[in-house]
């Protein structure tokens, strides 16, 4: 019983340590959003985590065709990509880690530069910059009213209005539904801006 005890102890602490350390290695404009898994009525879920070898190998076979697209994945270091859908079992918990990692991303310095909010839909997209404004991060986070939840995170130097090119290159349709909202508010906050006034 000591024995098994002890064991599990030591188990715990390893996995402990091992955790702290993957979040201490987190990259600058990197979030963790921790585990999702499918909800228990068997809808969508959708998780994609693009690293930077895979990333870099989709850079090299657009390169001669498309060197502007070669040249966004070439500033890309990590997409990751959570899709799922809400139902009575996950949807309280979904919504509260949606409003805790909005929270985090506020007090982390992340600029919420997209806000769109109409009907049932709640879409917030962050930037992570540096001091030097170079972008270290983008992250979106999207409550599709009572059914689906979106978690996007793209570690690296990109323009929200990249967005949908992205999405569309590595053919996730969240990133391009994303880059589609933040294009159109981008243009909806250029159309209020004031006119100068010639003296």
């Known amino acids: 019983m000591k ?3 002890s064991l599990a102890i030591g188990t715990a602490t390893l996995f402990a340590m091992n955790t702290s350390l993957f979040a201490a290695d ?3 404009g990197q979030i963790d959003f921790g585990s999702f898994s499918p909800s228990t009525g068997g ?3 959708v998780e994609v985590n693009l690293p930077t070898s895979l990333i870099s190998l989709g850079a090299r076979l657009v ?5 502007e697209v ?3 994945l070439n500033g890309i270091k990590l997409v990751r990509v959570n899709v799922m859908s809400l139902d009575e079992d996950n949807r309280a918990d979904i919504q509260k880690r949606a409003q805790k990692i909005r929270k985090d991303l506020a007090a982390k310095g992340w600029e919420r530069i997209v806000v769109a909010q109409q009907k049932d839909q709640d879409v917030g997209v962050y930037l992570k910059m540096t001091d030097k404004g170079a972008v270290q991060g983008l992250t979106a986070v999207v409550m599709d009213g009572k ?3 979106v978690f996007v995170n793209v570690v690296g130097e990109i323009k929200p209005e990249q967005l949908a090119l992205l999405g569309e290159k590595l053919h996730l349709d969240p ?25």
């Open 63 to 67: 390169e001669k065709d498309e060197p």
């Open 26 to 28: 987190l990259l600058p």
């Open 3 to 5: 024995r098994l005890l």
């Open 175 to 199: 990133l391009k539904n994303i880059g589609h909202a933040a294009e159109k508010s981008e243009h909806k906050s250029k159309d209020k801006a004031p006119e100068k006034v010639e003296d």
């Open 70 to 72: 070669a040249q966004l």
């Open 147 to 149: 059914e689906h939840a």
């Open 43 to 45: 809808g969508e879920f």
